[in-house]
């Protein structure tokens, strides 16, 4: 497997920006939603956050030809590149497909998904806003994990609510469960200010331990 380490990417140290430097550090590293581009982390390292960039090929639920096909365990990602600057792929979460089809059916759909990524990190982005339980979070998230999921990406914005708040321990609880803190990390995406992340920060240190943050299990998507 594929592992992540940030120190393999040069760390640049933010301590010296403030606020609005970090926005605008967001807004210069825009992710592209269809093509390869490169995409910025922020990670934290002793309690201070530092960035390093990487090439990320995002696919959007819409270029997922088995959305319309019969066979629903047979996805192909025909668009994953050939390219060996390429370091991340990351999948939208086909949750339509999810809600229509046998859990296995899905399970063996995301572990195709994994197959076809070979040797790239796999992300697979949940669409926070449309789940609609804490139930089925739990759910597709143990899917996600089991099928070898490399990270789970979440949405949120600087003024998450409660349900954000209680899907963030649930997925920290449940890293923690399946004992795979180790192998499955957590990013979390549309969070522009220090006082938000921090907060991120500190509720999973709380569940999986300020070793696991210092590891850059937990990123943050600029």
Known sequence: MYQKIASDFQLLSLQE???ECLVSLFNDHKVNHSEQDTTCYVVFKQHQPYYY???KHRVEVSSISGSEVSDTTSILLSDVPND???VEVEV????ALYRSVLRHDIFNVLLSLKEQCGHYTLNLRLPLNEIVSEYELNDIAKLCIVAGADNLTLVLDDAFNEQQNAYITLLSNLLKR???TDSCGLIYAGLTTLP???RVVALSKDVLDEEWVEEAFLK???
């Open 220 to 222: 943050f998507e600029c």
């Open 196 to 198: 938000a992340m921090e």
């Open 84 to 86: 060996s600057a390429v």
């Open 53 to 55: 960039s990487l090439n």
């Open 17 to 19: 920006r403030d606020k």
């Open 178 to 180: 399946f004992f795979v």
């Open 92 to 95: 939208e979460f086909p949750l």
